[in-house]
T-cell receptor
Framework: QQQVKQSPQSLIVQKGGISIINCAYE??????FPWYQQFPGKGPALLIA?????SEKKEGRFTISFNKSAKQFSLHIMDSQPGDSATYFC???????????FGIGTKLQVIP | SAVISQKPSRDICQRGTSLTIQCQVD?????MFWYRQQPGQSLTLIAT?????????ESGFVIDKFPISRPNLTFSTLTVSNMSPEDSSIYLC????????????????FGPGTRLTVL
């Protein structure tokens, strides 16, 4: 049972374009939603995270949009660069629990 | 962020042998976890390493196959026992909640991983 559904699994974006990765969840007990970026041969790195009490969080070119009623959240990468080419994972954690549930991952390729 | 190192970074092992992976953190942390990531796949939690007590394993993972130690707040080991080719994967150490309080206690960080190939 996939508790956090992530799409698309792969994405090709032109340099300078906007990359959009979407995630959806069912369990309303989730209260923390991080995004991770993973380069080949490296461990995942925390990119940005959001709590459900805000609808948007921005850090540089990276923005999380959160729709609590729809139980969806998305990562937008503005002005995408070839250096952004990596695999991105959305995740969620339940209130009071230690375990983080990860999405399946999206392999992003930004082409010049 | 917390700085996490893992040893070895990669290894090639023979079927039936065991490998112990070490995880060292540069600060004391409350939570330490071990994950497995098969090539091109997402991350699967193996267990939570508890200091001073037995690890808490996720469904599908057992102590005899993946014994874990956590002698203090900065160090843990994961052993992959009696290996088979199906154990070929990347094993990742992860931590959360530094005791110093310098980081958001929600933030979880990952080590660089240990790439294991079993022949």
């Amino acid at each position: 049972q996939q508790q956090v559904k992530q799409s698309p699994q792969s994405l090709i974006v032109q340099k300078g374009g906007i990359s959009i990765i979407n995630c959806a969840y069912e369990n309303t007990a989730f209260d923390y939603f991080p995004w991770y970026q993973q380069f080949p041969g490296k461990g995942p790195a925390l990119l940005i995270a959001i709590r459900p009490d805000v609808s948007e969080k921005k850090e540089g070119r990276f923005t999380i949009s959160f729709n609590k009623s729809a139980k969806q959240f998305s990562l937008h990468i503005m002005d995408s660069q070839p250096g952004d080419s990596a695999t991105y994972f959305c995740a969620a954690r339940k209130r009071g629990y230690q375990k983080v549930t990860f999405g399946i991952g999206t392999k992003l390729q930004v082409i010049p | 962020s917390a700085v996490i190192s893992q040893k070895p970074s990669r290894d090639i092992c023979q079927r039936g042998t065991s490998l112990t992976i070490q995880c060292q953190v540069d600060s004391q942390v409350t939570m330490m976890f071990w994950y497995r990531q098969q090539p091109g796949q997402s991350l699967t939690l193996i267990a939570t390493a508890n200091q001073g007590s037995e690890a808490t394993y996720e469904s599908g993972f057992v102590i005899d196959k993946f014994p874990i130690s956590r002698p203090n707040l900065t160090f843990s080991t994961l052993t992959v026992s009696n290996m088979s080719p199906e154990d070929s994967s990347i094993y990742l150490c992860s931590v959360r909640d530094t005791l110093s309080g310098a980081l958001d206690h929600n933030e979880q960080f990952f080590g660089p991983g240990t790439r294991l190939t079993v022949l």
